[in-house]
């Protein structure tokens, strides 16, 4: 007997049963009609799905050459996050009168969690050391357990155990990161990490059992003339990126442009196994913005920041059978074929929870094109409630605004990241 995992969104799901729910999972369909039916070819086609059934993105197959419907497994874990997101009150670090950013050394980027409604303290992440000129933040994700990784300069670190919020070098780099992204796999088996912008670094990607806090591994050695070399376990590709978000264990989307503030932004897929990639979205509108997926697989992704901003924090959706067609070979389409969602902020970072709320985040742009501080473009981070009608075209509803630090004014608001409840 066999059991097949499914992604759908940010996975795997190791989840627990969810009870008091009217949304289901069927196989591989989600229906949100308060009394299901089963409708597949088994012995209970045609029977109510009852409260028993687990709505966990699990579904099973009979042995080899049987048939009949077989229960799941009992999940391991939660379906149910916190949104973790972290803010620099960067208020003191500006020279008065002056559109212009003034980085300290040494700066502790705080954090702030979202769960119930309800903002909480989080903890202080790693220290960001040395002169920051272009960055301000510290990238994270969460493994599979719940812990932390973290990229910060040149360390990769690891949180002890679950919400401990102490944290612990597992790895390092040869050269500075401005830390553009850092994306655990569907499977937490693998970290896509994007390292920044100066004197275009390589996308890593590595096993995440390399991290090691008794013996912390140089990922890849630098020969001084842009010439790196990578330890086993670890890939390196020469493509642009921003951000990028897993598709599944196999490929890569990354929102990327050609330079920085270039105006022109795209979304590649990037295959890890061969590092072949490909374009599938293509729109010279404004800068690179964040990404990530919905519940359905469904991509979501925007611009980022443009002169003039008629554009900045345009955010889209694009199914998920339209993205698989466009990896499988299909031609490359514009932005303005997926579904506009709504404008916000500087489309920065992005999340989706579990009941179907869209978390985004403000991009620090300020240090980069200049500009006063504005608290209605970076910040804060916006909260939108997601839609889905029968044919799952996804619309936006309500909108909330968070302030994850009550000054207001903060450099940016994010990154953003899912936290299982365990």
């Known amino acids: 007997m066999s059991w097949i995992t499914e992604n759908k969104g940010r996975g795997p799901w190791e989840v627990e049963p969810i009870t008091d729910k009217v949304i289901y999972n069927e196989g591989d369909r989600i229906s949100s009609i308060s009394n299901p039916v089963w409708d597949v070819n088994h012995e209970f086609s045609g029977i109510p799905v009852t409260g028993k059934h687990v709505p966990c993105g699990y579904w099973s197959k009979g042995p080899s050459g049987g048939g009949g419907y077989v229960p799941p497994p009992t999940p391991p874990a939660s379906l149910v996050f916190s949104i973790l997101m972290a803010y620099i009150n960067n208020s003191p670090c500006y020279e008065a009168g002056s559109g212009e950013q003034h980085w300290e050394f040494g700066i502790v980027p705080s954090t702030k969690l979202y769960s119930d409604g309800v903002l909480s303290d989080g903890y202080d992440l790693p220290i960001i050391e040395g002169d920051l000129d272009g960055t301000w933040c510290c990238m994270f994700d ?201 404008k916000s902020l500087s489309a920065g970072h992005m999340v989706v929870d579990h009941n179907d709320y869209l978390f985004v985040g403000g991009g620090d742009w300020i240090s980069v094109f200049g500009g006063t501080p504005d608290p209605d473009v970076i910040g804060h981070v916006e909260k939108f409630q997601l839609l889905y009608d029968e044919e799952g075209n996804v619309s936006v509803g309500t909108m909330e605004k968070l302030y994850p630090d009550s000054c207001e004014d903060d450099s940016a608001a994010g990154p953003l990241c899912k936290i299982p409840k365990l």
């Open 142 to 342: 969460t493994l599979p357990d719940g812990r932390l990784v973290i990229a910060n300069d040149l360390s990769i670190y690891l949180e002890t155990a679950y919400q401990s919020g102490v944290f612990n070098v597992a790895a390092t780099i040869p050269i500075s990161s401005e830390a553009s992204f850092l994306k655990v796999s569907p499977d937490g088996a693998k970290i896509a990490f994007g390292i920044g912008y100066t004197d275009s670094p390589p996308l890593t990607v590595f096993d995440v059992s390399l991290l090691d806090t008794d013996n912390p591994p140089q990922l890849f050695t630098d020969d001084g003339e842009g010439n790196y070399t990578p330890i086993s376990g670890v890939s390196l590709f020469n493509v642009n990126y921003y951000d990028a978000i897993w598709w599944n264990d196999q490929y890569l989307l990354i929102n990327y442009g050609t330079s920085w503030g270039s105006q022109e932004s795209f979304v590649d897929v990037l295959n890890i196994s061969t590092g072949a990639g490909s374009l599938i979205i293509d729109a010279p509108l404004g800068n690179s913005g964040g990404m990530c997926l919905d519940n359905h697989n469904n991509l979501i992704t925007g611009i980022g920041y443009t002169d003039p901003s008629d554009y900045t924090g345009d955010i889209y959706a694009y199914k998920a059978a339209d993205i698989q067609a466009l990896i499988d070979g299909g031609d490359s389409i514009s932005y303005s074929a997926g579904t506009f969602l709504c």
